[in-house]
């Protein structure tokens, strides 16, 4: 623990709050994702976004030189889907406040409410060059809840992190999970079927909620002593769901479960944004890509349950093929220090470098609804970036700096090893 808390003092101590001169990162290889690759390429940042991308861009007066010769510079990277900060490490009971597991529908819980900006996982994270994550709620429940979209920064409290104006996001889950946690207990949903009959039964107690409000609404224009309906924060999210107030990401692996819960939208009229882990869609890329709906998923991870057992590495590039949007997340507080190199895993096995790059970048930041501020090398964005010893997708690269907002929070030339650490002590 007593690494951890000094690795937090590093980092801080790099950069503290409010305290970003302008940067200007000279002569690396640029890897915009939406606008190619600049060789020998500078960018500016000030006041915490992109202000130039180019090259022979002068240094203000103040400005902090960092030379990226023949360094790699992309765009932080984006989690679309953690549970950092909502199980936090050390992983013990007191940490566990990812699954409200009481109930099957929770769509009224908040991720925010539970966060943990301490969580020793986020200086992990940001030294791998994750700069955004989304945190949801576990996959216990059919609906688990809301999401929170943040900016990785140690030493901040959540509303100083959380990303004001991003969209809304909601979790469901479908699959082993729910039955599981519920069926144990002899509990709807036991079963597939029992899965999306409480889907399909609380989505209409949403819209007859919405008609209810409704009606309420036309009376008042009447009769402003109109006795309004009763709250039902449940139904009041559900009920934003159905108005597309909210993205919504569903765990599933299972191609028919897809398919299933595709059916349920049409339905109710709403619009699935991803689905989560998706190890079988891959399967049904054509029905994904014509729909809009990206896959949130993983190179290797298979087998670990029966529902992942026909996960493949070669998924990542069949999906890209197909015209789906890729993601790739880490759902690990350790994997999420490595994201890069999963998607060079997926290279390796047919992925297109430039469709694993977005994976990383532009086609989270859709996932998410932040595409126009984060996610690529664009005068204008949030001046969030990475800067890698090497090529990104080279095993013995290493990411050297992570700047979030301009500033810089990691600089691996300033980490202590553990017997530094351990000498100081």
Same mark, same amino acid.
């Given at each position: ?248 990401? $569903?765990?599933?692996? &299972? +191609? ?6 595709? =059916?349920? #939208? /049409?339905?109710?009229? *709403? ?96 996932? $998410?609804?932040?595409? &126009? +501020? ?6 204008? =964005?949030? #001046? /969030?970036?990475?800067? *890698? ?37």
């Amino acid at each position: 623990m007593r690494t951890i808390a000094l690795s937090i003092l590093v980092i801080m101590m790099i950069s503290p709050p409010g305290a970003a001169p302008p940067i200007l990162i000279k002569g690396g290889t640029i890897i915009t994702v939406t606008k190619g690759t600049i060789e020998g390429g500078d960018i500016l940042l000030r006041d915490g976004k992109i202000a130039q991308v180019g090259k022979g861009i002068k240094a203000p007066n103040e400005a902090v030189i960092i030379d990226a010769a023949g360094k790699f510079v992309m765009p932080g990277i984006i989690d679309a889907h953690s549970h950092i900060g909502v199980y936090s490490w050390p992983d013990v009971p007191a940490n566990d406040d990812g699954n409200e597991g009481t109930d099957p529908i929770t769509p009224h819980v908040r991720a925010e409410d539970a966060f943990n900006a301490n969580d020793p996982a986020i200086t992990r994270a940001i030294a791998g060059g994750v700069t955004t994550i989304m945190t949801v709620p576990g996959s216990a429940n059919l609906i688990g809840g809301q999401a929170i979209v943040v900016k990785l920064k140690p030493g901040r409290t959540v509303d100083e992190i959380r990303i004001i104006g991003a969209p809304p996001g909601m979790k469901m889950a479908l699959g082993e999970n729910p039955k599981g946690v519920y069926g144990e207990r002899k509990q709807m949903p036991s079963t597939r079927m029992g899965n999306i009959a409480l889907m399909r039964q609380w989505f209409q107690k949403a819209r007859e909620y919405n008609l209810k409000w409704d009606a309420y609404g036309l009376r008042k224009e009447k009769d402003e002593k109109a006795e309004q309906p009763e709250r039902d924060l449940k139904l009041e999210a559900l009920s934003d769901v159905l108005k597309g107030k909210y993205l919504v990401h $569903i765990h599933c692996y &299972d +191609r028919d479960e897809m398919l299933a819960m595709i =059916k349920v #939208a /049409d339905e109710f009229g *709403f619009k699935i944004k991803s689905f989560i882990h998706g190890l079988e869609a891959y399967q049904i890329a054509d029905t994904l890509a014509a729909r809009e709906i990206a896959v949130c998923t993983w190179t290797d991870w298979w087998g670990f349950k029966l529902e992942a057992w026909q996960g493949i590495p070669q998924a990542p590039g069949i999906l890209a093929s197909k015209g789906v949007r890729l993601v790739f997340h880490s759902d690990s507080p350790n994997q999420i220090q490595r994201l890069w190199l999963d998607a060079a895993k997926a290279v390796r096995y047919g992925l297109d470098r430039q469709k694993a790059f977005e994976g990383l970048t532009i086609n989270p930041a859709w996932t $998410i609804g932040l595409e &126009d +501020r984060i996610g690529s090398i664009e005068e204008g =964005k949030d #001046a /969030d970036i990475a800067i *890698f010893t090497g090529h990104p997708f080279d095993i013995y690269s290493k990411v050297e700096k992570t700047i979030v907002d301009g500033e810089i929070l990691y600089d691996r030339s300033k980490e202590k090893s553990p017997l530094e650490a351990e000498n100081d002590r």
